[in-house]
């Protein structure tokens, strides 16, 4: 498994453009680690050429009603979530294990290939910080949550305290919202909230007797 150099996201140096992989049920969020095997002839050439480019991938949702147009240009949800290739593995077969993290929210602009595969011009989208007296309030409100739910390891409980509790809220509920069993209507409905305390507000009825996986919380 060969490993990218491990460097922030730097959106000053984004082209702008990036390679979609449009699914119809999974939804990558900022900040959250996903694992994809990669078969499909122009996906392998998309991931050929990104490994070689900018290490991006745009993961988009397919709206309803994809199915018949698959190997065409099915619709797709307009926010998309710019993932970095941590990670990749080609087998034998020329297929791809790839690792992708969650780097920013981006809007599609416009297409500007289709054929072998698709590629956008996005604009990055930056969180609209709450101003309100409430942010405080909801920052405790979703600490309080998860700390619940931990399993009691004290050297679990202190990473969360000492790195993951430090996170911007929005990027505090993104993790949340990734470790999350929801389908991808719902996931998207986190994805395209740039306003955080919208976001907030959105996650906070799912979070209602929610279970919730503390391996999120181990990642470096």
Not at 38 to 65: D, H, N, S, W
Not at 85 to 99: A, C, M, P, T, Y
Not at 141 to 159: A, F, G, H, M
Not at 172 to 195: F, G, H, I
Request: hydrophobic share 40%; proline share 8%.
């Amino acid at each position: 498994m060969s490993r990218a150099e491990d460097l922030p996201f730097d959106p000053s140096r984004f082209s702008g453009k990036v390679p979609l992989f449009p699914l119809p049920d999974a939804v990558l969020l900022p900040g959250q680690e996903m694992k994809l095997c990669v078969f499909e002839l122009r996906y392998r050439a998309m991931i050929q050429t990104a490994l070689t480019g900018e290490l991006l991938v745009g993961m988009a949702l397919l709206k309803p009603g994809w199915e018949p147009h698959y190997l065409e240009s099915p619709d797709i949800y307009p926010v998309i979530c710019v993932g970095w290739i941590r990670s990749h593995e080609r087998l034998d077969d020329g297929r791809f294990n790839l690792v992708l993290t969650g780097q920013e929210r981006a809007k599609v602009e416009s297409e500007t290939q289709k054929i072998p595969y698709r590629v956008a011009e996005v604009t990055l989208l930056k969180d609209e910080d709450p101003h309100s007296a409430d942010v405080e309030k909801d920052r405790k409100w979703l600490i309080q949550w998860i700390e619940k739910r931990l399993p009691p390891d004290s050297s679990l409980k202190d990473l969360f305290r000492n790195r993951w509790s430090k996170l911007p809220l929005g990027r505090l509920a993104d993790a949340v919202s990734a470790s999350l069993k929801v389908t991808p209507a719902v996931k998207y409905s986190l994805l395209e909230a740039t306003a955080v305390n919208e976001r907030i507000q959105r996650l906070r009825p799912l979070l209602k007797g929610m279970k919730m996986t503390s391996d999120v919380w181990k990642k470096p």
